[in-house]
T-cell receptor, first 116, second 111 residues
Framework: GAGVSQSPSNKVTEKGKDVELRCDPI?????LYWYRQSLGQGLEFLIY????????KSGLPSDRFSAERTGGSVSTLTIQRTQQEDSAVYLC??????????????FGSGTRLTVV | SQQGEEDPQALSIQEGENATMNCSYK?????LQWYRQNSGRGLVHLIL?????REKHSGRLRVTLDTSKKSSSLLITASRAADTASYFC???????????FGRGTSLIVHP
């Protein structure tokens, strides 16, 4: 597609429920990143996928968080047993590849998650 | 990870004035990038400056890079109310493939 697409754009869920957030990167972009941003804060790195390599999960805050990327394209971020502190905007970005450091990152519009 | 820290945290100016915000970092880079974020949503890539460049222009934007001081600045000339947004820097390359962002500079341009 023309840009990075994220869905849903807004999600309200009850505490304890599981949620799935979707990211559809730009076609041909091999690198994909997930970040989250709490109100008034910077972007917190969560996970990074590069091609078929094992993902870098070093930013995931707990084992309730997981992500996968199917076929090197669409990615899903899953949060199990959501807590109120999970409320944030979840942002996805893609780029041509980690070794293409001369190119910037294209971000989606994010999913605003509210846990009530 | 490679942090970018922006300063000031907040900047309030009148339309027509110039806005300058700074970014500092700690390790080596291949490039430094500036992004804008409106209303807490997705970031928009503004400009990328390579480590071997010292200055770059794009429209009303001017970015400088001083690798000896590990700092960069973003200048927005003749600001407009529509420039109101948060601005972030992120570093690329230099041994890490994961760009990290600071809290950004919140710019308010009063009409």
């Amino acid at each position: 597609g023309a840009g990075v697409s994220q869905s849903p754009s807004n999600k309200v869920t009850e505490k304890g429920k599981d949620v799935e957030l979707r990211c559809d990167p730009i076609s041909g972009h091999t690198a994909l990143y997930w970040y989250r941003q709490s109100l008034g804060q910077g972007l917190e790195f969560l996970i990074y996928f590069q091609g078929n390599s094992a993902p870098d999960k070093s930013g995931l805050p707990s084992d309730r968080f997981s992500a996968e990327r199917t076929g090197g394209s669409v990615s899903t971020l899953t949060i199990q047993r959501t807590q109120q502190e999970d409320s944030a905007v979840y942002l996805c970005a893609s780029s041509l590849g980690a070794d293409r450091a001369d190119y910037g990152y294209t971000f989606g519009s994010g999913t605003r998650l509210t846990v009530v | 990870s490679q942090q970018g820290e922006e300063d000031p945290q907040a900047l309030s100016i009148q339309e027509g004035e110039n806005a300058t915000m700074n970014c500092s970092y700690k390790t080596s880079i291949n490039n430094l990038q500036w992004y804008r974020q409106n209303s807490g949503r997705g970031l928009v890539h503004l400009i990328l400056i390579r480590s071997n460049e010292r200055e770059k222009h794009s429209g009303r934007l001017r970015v400088t890079l001083d690798t000896s001081k590990k700092s960069s600045s973003l200048l927005i000339t003749a600001s407009r109310a529509a420039d109101t947004a948060s601005y972030f820097c992120a570093r690329g390359g230099g041994g890490s493939y994961i760009p990290t962002f600071g809290r950004g500079t919140s710019l308010i341009v009063h009409p």
